[in-house]
């Protein structure tokens, strides 16, 4: 398979209101995970980090213009590889342990990642076989109610379990803009990992209802609006419910 250049491999879009998208465009749409860029008057929030395949403080110059927070989401492999290119890493406490000590199994590199994810592969050295997530000890432990102050722009950590124990999603109430990581986003969902459970999922759908969001950013596929979110949810919680 054909290798990309590093500087080919993040594509970079600004999408207003002080966010950026930044994404790997040569993985498929799937397995491709946001990795969203939100400035603040103090200090800049990266939410989630990639594959870590492609350095991205030397090629997205966006992350190390300023101060930043790099969160996780949670932490698959999809979501953390670039974290340890980060001085501030912020987790959620339950999957702190996995941030700090990742292994193929347990960030789901196996058996995700082969190259059959790739249009194209990393460059040199990279080969599927033998990626791993590197290290990446939090130096902030995050729990539901928590807060993460850009200065002028206020996030609160809503802990949302279900996809994997210690998955979050940032708040920001004052533009209704939701950060929803992997539990919900608008395209298929991932409820069977080795650490998904099925009524902590449910419980985290059913609060997630009752926030006003008027755009949400996922962890995979393109944003939505606040009606769309409000539909996937009720439509998920529906399902669910008949197959009860
Ligand atoms: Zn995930
Ligand atoms: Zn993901």
């Known amino acids: 398979m054909e290798r990309v250049a590093a500087d080919k491999w993040y594509a970079v879009g600004h999408i207003g209101d002080g966010i950026t998208a930044i994404t790997e465009p040569f993985i498929q749409e799937f397995y491709r995970c946001n990795i969203w860029h939100v400035r ?10 990639g594959m870590g395949v492609v350095s991205l403080r030397e090629w997205v110059p ?8 790099a969160v996780a989401s949670h932490t698959h492999f999809d979501h953390i ?4 290119e980060f001085e501030c890493r912020a987790v959620h406490a339950a999957e702190a342990d996995l941030l700090a000590n990742p292994t193929r199994k347990n960030t789901l590199a196996d058996p995700y990642v082969v190259d059959e994810i790739f249009d194209a592969l990393p460059p040199e050295p990279y080969c599927s076989k033998c990626y791993a997530v ?9 729990d539901d109610g928590d807060i993460i102050d850009l200065g002028d722009r206020i996030f609160e950590v ?6 994997s124990p ?8 004052k533009t209704a803009t939701l950060f929803s990581g992997d539990i919900l986003y608008d395209g298929p969902l991932i409820e069977d990992t080795y650490h998904s459970n099925a009524a902590d999922y449910f419980a985290s759908m059913e609060r997630l209802l009752r926030l006003p969001a008027r755009i949400v950013h996922g962890g995979h596929f393109p944003s939505f609006s606040g009606e769309r979110y409000r539909q996937v949810i009720s439509d998920w919680l529906d399902n669910k419910q008949k197959s009860m």
């Open 166 to 173: 210690g998955g979050i999603a940032l708040w920001e109430a």
């Open 158 to 163: 809503v802990h949302t379990p279900g996809h």
């Open 40 to 49: 603040g008057r103090d200090r800049d929030m990266l939410v989630d980090s």
């Open 62 to 69: 966006l992350v190390s213009e300023r101060d930043l927070i």
């Open 134 to 142: 590197k290290k990446a000890t939090a130096t902030r432990i995050l």
């Open 81 to 84: 590889g670039c974290h340890h």
